[in-house]
């Protein structure tokens, strides 16, 4: 009996569901604000990559989106603790329900507190959400990302706070999820059965909207639904990281598929598809006879070549506005005597699918190629099988470990008949985890290149690369503050020690490519970056800052009669075709995975007074046809070098 002298009302199995899913409810209510938080807290830690036209309202409307995913994700996550609750409310098992419900509850939290914060940093490395680099860890090497995270980042004082936060939160939800919303009343006063019914189907259709992300329509919530606001990068924050980690364990597979080619050739016939693609040529009976390329011929071809690929080396500090910091001047001084691209795309946004494209002459197209079984041999349009068929040596220099994504193997494979990495350099002591400093890999490269033979050489360098630990100061980087004509765009995101890490590899390189040239008989130099370095003076680059690295063409004995173009535009692809045009015998056969007409042998090969539409046009820089070649334009202002 209670207080009053009377029986509590008799519990029914309708009293107990409506007590039960109460509880859901609640759950439910919680995860959906902690989702709505970890949103905030994105916003909140990248607000400087926020367009400047972005105001409350369209913060307002991009979270109202975002509810959407939010309530998706709490909806699955419910859904199981409201299936408990209808068996538990069926057989008495009540309990079972409250339990099922708050470990659900609690393992949500926790994973939504730690996926959030790193998502945080994985935003402000990439700008974007978990995306198909996140599972590049897989081939990468783990041991090294771990240590740059250590180094990078407080990740003590990140755990020790995100386990604070969970206790906290997972407290909370204890003490939420103790009663219903309301009890009394329903246990007064029980609703009749037709009530009953249309609260259940108001139930049923509340979750079947939830599970599609709030639609009742013919499609539910889908990717693309989140580009609502005029902010792309404020659109990339609308889904959860559950979604953006969902999507990328599902675009991973794909991008490894190569079965994927019948997407566009679905009959198989590549022949065929060659010959639609190549109309103005005559017939062949394979795809590698399309793409023969046959050397004009080089009267003086270079005896050594070589091939820089600088890590994260990007074309932006080139322009003139930036040149204040003076991060790039050995190379520019370099470019005054050469040939200075800065109108020029990578093959990739990443290191290895960039190198692989480099080192193979075929276009990145999301395989790893380097793991593929293809791979174990080298591919026709390979640059170093060519230039071992023009009698030169092939070496790679590689900083870093030869393990990392088999490199040393695909090297081999690929042609390279000297594969040299960071471990033998220096005993693999100086630079980091990533690899050896670069002022040690180039002393080396200079050592194990005798004079007495032709070579193609690969160096691959890494230092600006995280964690960013050369001591640029004492190897004489002097900027001391950004100078005043950028600071007003200058928000801090990299420090000025991470940009002196550009300096000092843009130092060790010009310091190597003046050295080799004065001591080799005939060497011809091409510097690249692998892709854009990710860091700028704000978050807020333009796509040419964002997109582009440069070319640099150098060596005056071998480089004396070539002339660009006024407006000279290319892309990784169309390197190796150029080195090798520039050393080949007229009539020699190479493969090329690009079309386009071939690289000037001199001056008068050009028009000296291009027409206005040649201004406009993507003009042929190189020995075969840039496949990613750009019109300059709007798009690329800021470009100039």
């Known amino acids: 009996m209670n207080q009053n002298g009377r029986l509590p009302p008799r519990r029914t199995r309708w009293h107990d569901f409506a007590v039960q899913v109460q509880k859901d409810a609640k759950l439910w209510t919680f995860l959906l604000a902690l989702l709505v938080a970890v949103r905030g807290a994105l916003v909140a830690a990248h607000l400087g990559q926020l367009d400047s036209a972005t105001d409350a309202g369209v913060l307002l409307a991009a979270f109202a989106s975002g509810v ?40 949500a939290v926790a994973l939504s507190v730690v996926i959030g914060g790193i998502d945080i940093g994985y935003i402000g490395e990439y700008g974007n959400q ?77 979750v079947v909207a939830g599970v599609r992300g709030g639609s ?60 639609v693609i190549f109309p103005d040529q005559p017939p062949h009976g394979t795809v590698d006879d399309y793409l023969l390329r046959i050397a004009p011929g080089s009267a003086d071809p270079p005896r050594h070549v070589f091939l820089l690929i600088m890590e994260s ?55 790893y190629t380097d793991y593929q079984p293809a791979a174990r041999q080298s591919f026709p349009s390979s640059p170093a099988a060519i230039f071992k068929r023009l009698g030169y040596r092939t070496r790679v220099f590689y900083s870093g470990y030869l393990s990392w994504h088999r490199i040393g193997d ?64 004492a190897e004489g980087f002097a900027l001391q503050a950004v100078p005043p004509d950028l600071a007003p765009i200058y928000d801090g995101g990299s420090s ?73 535009v290319g892309g990784h692809l169309d390197i190796a075709p150029t080195l090798i045009e520039l050393s080949a015998p007229a009539g020699f056969a190479s493969a090329a995975s690009s079309v386009r007409t071939t690289w000037p042998r001199s001056a008068s090969q050009w028009s000296s007074t291009p027409s206005p539409t040649n201004r406009r046009q993507p003009l042929p820089l190189t020995g075969s046809r840039c496949a990613g070649s750009i019109t300059p334009g709007a798009a690329w202002a800021g470009g100039e070098s």
Request: with cysteine; net charge neutral; proline share 7%.
């Open 313 to 367: 080396y990007d074309a932006w500090p080139f322009a003139e506005r930036y040149r204040s910091l003076g991060l790039t001047e050995g190379v520019r001084e370099l470019g005054r005597a050469g040939i200075l691209v800065t109108r020029f795309v990578p093959a990739s946004t990443g290191t290895m699918s960039s190198l692989s494209a480099l080192l193979t002459g075929l276009p990145d197209v999301g395989v």
């Open 496 to 568: 000025l020690a991470v940009f002196g890490h550009l300096w000092y590899s843009d130092r060790a390189a010009s310091r190597f490519i003046r050295a080799m040239d004065q001591r080799l008989p005939k060497a011809l130099f091409a510097l690249t970056g692998d892709h854009w370095s990710r860091r700028f003076l704000n978050h807020r680059p333009t796509f040419w800052e964002r997109s582009t690295v440069p070319l640099l063409l150098y060596g005056p004995s071998v480089l004396g009669r070539v002339r660009p173009p006024d407006a000279p």
């Open 130 to 206: 978990f995306d198909h680099f996140l599972l590049g860890v897989v081939f990468d090497d783990f041991r090294a990302i771990v240590t740059t995270i250590w180094a990078s980042y407080p990740v003590v004082w990140g755990i020790m706070g995100m386990a604070m936060l969970v206790t906290g939160l997972v407290w909370l939800l204890h003490r939420w999820l103790r009663t219903p919303f309301v009890d009394a009343p329903l246990a007064r006063r029980p609703p009749p059965t037709w009530a009953r019914g249309v609260l259940v189907g108001v139930l049923s259709v509340l």
């Open 68 to 107: 959407r995913y939010d309530y998706q994700v709490a909806t699955w996550v419910t859904l199981p603790a409201l299936l408990m609750s209808v068996v538990g409310s069926s057989t008495a098992w009540t309990d079972l329900a409250d339990r099922v419900r708050f470990w659900l509850g609690a393992v």
């Open 216 to 275: 009742l329509g013919l499609r539910p919530l889908q990717e693309k639904d989140a580009a609502t606001t005029a902010d792309r990068f404020l659109n990339r924050l609308i889904p959860t990281p559950y979604h953006a980690l969902w999507q990328s364990l599902g675009d991973y597979p794909k991008l490894q598929r190569t079965a994927g080619l019948a997407s566009y050739v679905p009959d198989g016939d590549l022949v065929r598809a060659a010959s």
């Open 410 to 473: 695909f090297c081999a494979s690929q042609g390279f008949e000297e594969v040299h990495g960071g471990g033998a350099i220096d005993g693999g002591t100086s630079g980091n985890e990533w690899g050896v400093e670069d002022e040690s890999l180039f002393a080396y490269v200079e050592q194990h290149v005798p004079a007495d033979r032709p070579s193609f050489n690969v160096i691959i360098t890494t230092s600006y690369h995280p964690p960013f630990n050369v001591d640029v100061r």
